[in-house]
């Protein structure tokens, strides 16, 4: 259940692109025709359950989707049986949205999978509420499924999604679901260290710390809900846990911010609402972390407070409304939106309504942009005298957005390819340099690495602009391609700095190649708009492996410090690792 991490980007880059419904190579077939009964089956005298060799009993009850069967009454255990379909899934697994609570799966009579321990009683803990993903053998079609389950929670059985699907079809899913959630959760993450570093040098801090409190809870409450979540760290208890901690936070948080803006009753109605929300959190984290009460079973009295508590705490703002600015009662509006999500959610968590997706995690997301402009707005209007120290916390937002969008396109982009040159990246280098040291070690083959870099780039860009500059930058990259040979390897490394990798080339070979390359952009005419651009040189290090070092990092490090000799001796030219001497420079020179 964990791909490598390059697996689950590359596959977060693609489904974060395009926002189009997610296809499958082989569509999914949701289980069907499932017949259930209570109690625990008996068991035969080799010690297996004796409903599994049951084709037909009048105790076996049909049902429209395996959860929540009707005369609970109390009842713990649960069986459940169909048919597994018919299919053409290249690597088919069953997948199950989550679990109430524990289960062992049966295919055929035979054990195929368990969640969670069953005692001799047939009861077991409370495990967390993960996805499963079960691997079913090639003959798996037509074969009966039994699933045995103990449950001491108000809900039992598969809640959710029941399908056979494709392993790969499971995975692409769980990353298309995730992606939003991800990039949503580090959003607030970001909006909590903002609020918090202005609780800590404002007049409004009170306000502030609640917006912190409130978008932390939510970063983590949806980044934990999060199926991509389970890939990255297979501990279902620990999500849970997690979950928890910033679902019973929220209306701390939201009770913290209203009463800051409310007078008179509503403000202490609110504060109560709070404060007991509070207590709630304390004591079902406490008593569930010291085993007194399972995790699960704390859900659901919170669940019944805040069916109350969040139509209250509406009520009393609405109350106050006539009285609250106007950006202030975006607030109020943006509440009730998620506190509607809210309900609607614990109502399919409860099975009151058939189950599907509720988009909570843009609720919350609405709810914190609101707040947080709405305070940063008040903040501003009030806090005239700190006119300077604003602009520079403005700066402070620009620079951490700037981060946020970066982070983005790297999970929308993620390659091996610079997208300015062509070229391939840094990532892509330092894969490839492993793989061809190792490759040359074992083979007794030399490795050469070339470090090139232009020459006082910075005044292209500086006098004739960024655009004449990536002009010059894309050129150059089309003349190294053309320049080394199709065993060698051309890397962009960061603005004007590349590398060759030169396979099985000499020092002398690779020196050659260089001083072949200085020679040639000594020559190259450069034009951008029809202006014609000042000469364009560069300099060059080389460093050959293992003559020079016996490690990866130090080859590279080796051939950066002859660059930079090179750029000692005066630019324009090449410069290599067993020439230089000890009077180097050790200090970086600009290009």
């Not at 890939?231 to 009770?255: E, N, Q």
């Not at 402070?396 to 390659?415: G, I, Y």
Request: hydrophobic share 45%; glycine share 8%; net charge negative.
């Amino acid at each position: 259940m964990r791909p490598c991490l390059a697996f689950l980007l590359s596959l977060l880059c693609l489904l974060g692109t395009q926002q189009a419904a997610l296809g499958y190579s082989v569509p999914p077939e949701p289980l069907a025709g499932w017949e259930w009964r209570w109690g625990d089956s008996p068991r035969d005298t080799t010690g297996a359950p004796i409903w599994l060799s049951e084709d037909k009993g009048v105790d076996w009850q049909a049902i429209d989707v395996p959860s929540n069967p009707p005369g609970r009454q109390g009842r713990q255990n649960l069986w459940l049986r169909t048919s597994l379909p018919e299919g053409d899934w290249p690597d088919p697994v069953l997948y199950i949205n989550s679990i109430d609570l524990i289960a062992q799966f049966y295919l055929d009579g035979e054990p195929l999978s368990q969640f969670g321990e069953f005692d001799r009683q047939g009861r077991g803990d409370f495990a967390g509420w993960p996805w499963h993903m079960i691997e079913l053998p090639d003959d798996f079609a037509g074969k009966s499924l039994h699933v045995r389950i103990f449950s001491d929670y108000t809900d039992i059985g598969l809640w959710g999604e029941a399908s056979v699907m494709d392993r790969l079809d499971v995975l692409a899913m769980i990353v298309h679901r995730s992606w939003r959630d991800v990039v949503i959760s580090a959003f607030s993450l970001l909006l909590a260290l903002l609020a918090g570093s202005f609780a800590l040098i404002g007049a409004q801090r009170h306000s502030l710390g609640a917006i912190a409190l409130f978008s932390m809870a939510a970063s983590t409450m949806i980044f934990a809900e999060t199926p991509l979540s389970q890939l990255l760290l297979d501990r279902p208890l620990v999500w849970c846990l997690l979950t928890a901690t910033g679902y019973f936070t929220l209306p701390v948080g939201m009770g913290l911010l209203l009463t800051r803006w409310l007078t008179g009753r509503p403000r202490r109605c609110i504060g109560l609402l709070w404060r007991l929300h509070l207590v709630y959190l304390v004591a079902a984290l406490g008593l569930s972390q010291l085993g007194l009460v399972t995790l699960a079973d704390t859900f659901p009295p919170f669940d019944a407070m805040l069916s109350l508590s969040l139509p209250l705490m509406l009520a009393m703002a609405a109350w106050h409304f006539p009285r609250l600015e106007g950006e202030q009662r975006w607030i109020i509006g943006s509440f009730a939106v998620m506190a509607g999500l809210l309900l609607a959610d614990m109502a399919i968590a409860h099975g009151l309504v058939a189950w599907r997706k509720i988009p909570i995690s843009l609720g919350l997301l609405a709810f914190s942009l609101a707040v947080v402009g709405v305070s940063l707005w008040h903040y501003r209007r009030t806090q005239h005298e700190l006119t300077r120290l604003n602009r520079h916390l403005e700066e402070q937002v620009h620079e951490r957005t700037a981060k946020l969008d970066c982070l983005v396109r790297k999970l929308e982009e993620f390659s091996y390819e610079d997208p300015l040159t062509g070229l391939k990246n840094r990532r892509y280098f330092d894969e490839l340099m492993q793989h061809e040291t190792t490759r040359a070690d074992r083979e007794g083959s030399p490795l050469s690495l070339i470090m090139i870099d232009l020459d006082h780039f910075k005044q292209i860009n500086d006098q004739y602009g960024h655009e004449a500059g990536d002009s010059v930058l894309m050129s150059v990259a089309d003349m190294l391609q053309d320049h080394f040979r199709n065993a060698d390897v051309v890397c962009r490394m960061g603005g004007e700095e590349f590398v060759a990798l030169l396979p099985g080339a000499t020092t002398e070979r690779a020196e050659a190649r260089a001083q072949a390359l200085v020679e040639r952009v000594r020559r190259l005419e450069m034009r951008y708009a029809e202006m014609r651009l000042p000469p364009i040189t560069l300099s060059c290090g080389v460093a050959t492996y293992p003559c020079h070092a016996r490690e990866p990092i130090a080859l590279l490090g080796l051939a950066d410090k002859a660059l930079y000799q090179a750029k000692y001796r005066g630019r324009n030219r090449s410069a290599t690792w067993n020439t230089v001497t000890p009077d180097s420079p050790s200090t970086t020179e600009p290009g």
